[in-house]
């Protein structure tokens, strides 16, 4: 019976619940508490994926992995499980599933391992390039010591998580163009990805679409974290700045990035939707909020939301132990 | 002088000074007192980053930039803006994500 339940909770949080979590307005006023439920999407889809198959193919050895995996590890060491299975019609089936859970579970660890070492030795490569090429900004007012200036004239900005101290690159093209407001607001903003650490939760939601490219609601779980922690750095910034040079800030760097690939709009996978029939373009949560904002949702809510994130990740432990 | 800071002096006297320069060369145009030796360690870390190249043949060796610092340049800013497959989720590149599309339409909404 908790088989069943296993796997109703991983088709559900295979296909339905990601489409929905992505479809969801409320997310613009609680893009923390967001972030929150994804990753317990995420984690318990994982776990979810791998414990049914497994917890089925042991199903002769038990009724819980509590109690099935202990007595195929015996059984495995005595050479009883042979005669154990032979007595099961399932039999191939069963190996088949334990072999493939194995299998995936294993998959998903070497991609989460592979990921991470790309990402350190090509973001480590990258910046020796920029420390070679970029200078500290001559402004005072920008905060020298953890920001570089290339010498481009595309106004450009993002930052470089590190090991040992984070970078925010600027163009030259930004400082140019931008006012000193817009400037400072757009450090703020990729401050508060390097404080808040969104590269890793990135990291891992590349990683698991990566690892599981054949599941489409990876990629939406991807698309979505990433705009969510674009919400996040916004709020952060808007503490301190203001919110149309924020805005502005961000327009002008999109459109120089349309002329820079020389390729608007036709980019494949991009984020933002394309231009509709009537020529208008949907925009994107991000910018509602930004050009409307609407108060963050209340405390309870957000709690209850948290709640049930945690009681998500909870589910597959219960149903399998 | 950082072997970082190093590099970085030696790489900008390559990229302004074009043509060839031996080890010798380079200590004496670089401020400060340098050890040729530590301009041969710099050179050859630089060369096998793929920053330098040394022409063979005969003593005493030359080196040079690969490519220019404009071209380098272009080469981060394709790695940044994604036009290199793979490398946007590394870099964790923020501000951007957003296309020219949704740029336009709101710079309208802005009444620009």
Same mark, same amino acid.
């Given at each position: 019976?908790?088989?069943?339940?296993?796997?109703?909770?991983?088709?559900?949080?295979?296909?339905?619940?990601?489409?929905?979590?992505?479809?969801?307005?409320?997310?613009?006023?609680? =893009?923390?508490?967001?972030?929150?439920?994804?990753?317990? &999407?995420?984690?318990?889809?994982g776990l979810s994926l791998i414990?049914?198959?497994?917890?089925?193919?042991?199903?002769?050895?038990?009724?819980?992995?509590?109690?099935?995996?202990?007595?195929?590890?015996?059984?495995?060491?005595?050479?009883?499980?042979?005669?154990?299975?032979?007595?099961?019609?399932?039999?191939?089936?069963?190996?088949?599933?334990?072999?493939?859970?194995?299998?995936?579970?294993?998959?998903?660890?070497?991609?989460?391992?592979?990921?991470?070492?790309?990402?350190?030795?090509?973001?480590?490569?990258?910046?020796?390039? &920029?420390?070679?090429?970029?200078?500290?900004?001559?402004?005072?007012?920008?905060?020298?010591?953890?920001?570089?200036?290339?010498?481009?004239?595309?106004?450009?900005?993002?930052?470089?998580?590190?090991?040992?101290?984070s970078l925010t690159?600027?163009?030259?093209?930004?400082?140019?163009?931008?006012?000193?407001?817009?400037?400072?607001?757009?450090?703020?903003?990729?401050?508060?990805?390097?404080?808040?650490?969104?590269?890793?939760?990135?990291?891992?939601?590349?990683?698991?679409?990566?690892?599981?490219?054949?599941?489409?609601?990876?990629?939406?779980?991807?698309?979505?974290?990433?705009?969510?922690?674009?919400?996040?750095?916004?709020?952060?910034?808007?503490?301190?700045?203001?919110?149309?040079?924020?805005?502005?800030?961000?327009?002008?760097?999109?459109?120089?990035?349309?002329?820079?690939?020389?390729?608007?709009?036709?980019?494949?996978?991009?984020?933002?939707?394309? &231009?509709?029939?009537?020529?208008?373009?949907?925009?994107?949560?991000?910018?509602?909020?930004?050009?409307? =904002?609407?108060?963050?949702?209340?405390?309870?809510?957000?709690?209850?939301?948290?709640?049930?994130?945690?009681?998500?990740?909870?589910?597959?432990?219960?149903?399998?132990? | 002088?950082?072997?970082?800071?190093?590099?970085?002096?030696?790489?900008?006297?390559?990229?302004?000074?074009?043509?060839?320069?031996?080890?010798?060369?380079?200590?004496?145009?670089?401020?400060?007192?340098?050890?040729?030796?530590?301009?041969?360690?710099?050179?050859?870390?630089?060369?096998?980053?793929?920053?330098?190249?040394?022409?063979?043949?005969? /003593?005493?060796? /030359?080196?040079?930039?690969?490519?220019?610092?404009?071209?380098?340049?272009?080469?981060?800013?394709?790695?940044?803006?994604?036009?290199?497959?793979? /490398?946007?989720?590394?870099?964790? /590149?923020?501000?951007?994500?957003?296309?020219?599309?949704?740029?336009?339409?709101?710079?309208?909404?802005?009444?620009?």
């Open positions: 019976m908790s088989v069943l339940l296993l796997a109703t909770l991983a088709v559900a949080l295979a296909w339905p619940v990601p489409v929905l979590l992505d479809r969801a307005r409320w997310v613009r006023r609680a =893009p923390g508490t967001a972030m929150v439920l994804w990753q317990a &999407v995420a984690l318990a889809g414990g049914t198959p497994l917890a089925w193919g042991l199903g002769p050895f038990g009724d819980h992995l509590g109690e099935s995996l202990p007595a195929f590890v015996a059984a495995l060491s005595d050479g009883t499980w042979v005669d154990r299975l032979e007595e099961d019609v399932w039999m191939p089936a069963r190996i088949a599933a334990v072999t493939g859970a194995v299998l995936l579970a294993g998959h998903l660890v070497l991609t989460l391992a592979v990921t991470a070492w790309r990402t350190v030795t090509q973001r480590r490569r990258h910046r020796q390039m &920029v420390e070679l090429l970029a200078t500290p900004p001559a402004e005072r007012t920008v905060e020298q010591a953890h920001t570089r200036v290339l010498p481009h004239d595309v106004p450009l900005a993002y930052c470089l998580p590190g090991l040992n101290g690159v600027l163009s030259q093209g930004l400082i140019d163009q931008l006012s000193e407001r817009e400037v400072n607001a757009v450090v703020a903003h990729e401050r508060a990805h390097l404080r808040q650490r969104h590269d890793l939760l990135r990291l891992a939601f590349e990683s698991w679409h990566r690892a599981v490219a054949w599941l489409p609601t990876t990629a939406t779980a991807r698309r979505a974290v990433a705009q969510l922690t674009e919400m996040l750095a916004d709020d952060a910034a808007l503490k301190s700045h203001d919110r149309t040079d924020l805005v502005r800030a961000i327009v002008l760097t999109g459109e120089a990035e349309g002329v820079a690939r020389g390729t608007a709009g036709t980019d494949a996978g991009r984020t933002v939707p394309n &231009v509709q029939e009537d020529g208008s373009v949907p925009l994107t949560l991000r910018f509602y909020r930004l050009l409307d =904002p609407v108060p963050p949702l209340s405390l309870t809510v957000r709690l209850g939301v948290i709640v049930t994130a945690l009681g998500l990740m909870a589910l597959p432990v219960v149903l399998l132990a | 002088m950082a072997l970082g800071d190093l590099e970085r002096s030696v790489m900008d006297l390559l990229w302004d000074r074009p043509g060839p320069h031996t080890a010798n060369e380079v200590r004496d145009t670089l401020a400060g007192d340098l050890a040729v030796t530590t301009v041969l360690t710099v050179l050859s870390r630089l060369e096998k980053k793929g920053l330098v190249q040394r022409d063979g043949g005969r /003593r005493p060796h /030359r080196y040079g930039a690969v490519s220019s610092r404009e071209d380098h340049t272009v080469g981060l800013l394709n790695e940044v803006l994604g036009s290199v497959p793979d /490398r946007q989720a590394v870099l964790a /590149r923020f501000l951007g994500g957003i296309g020219p599309d949704e740029a336009a339409a709101v710079r309208r909404l802005l009444g620009d």
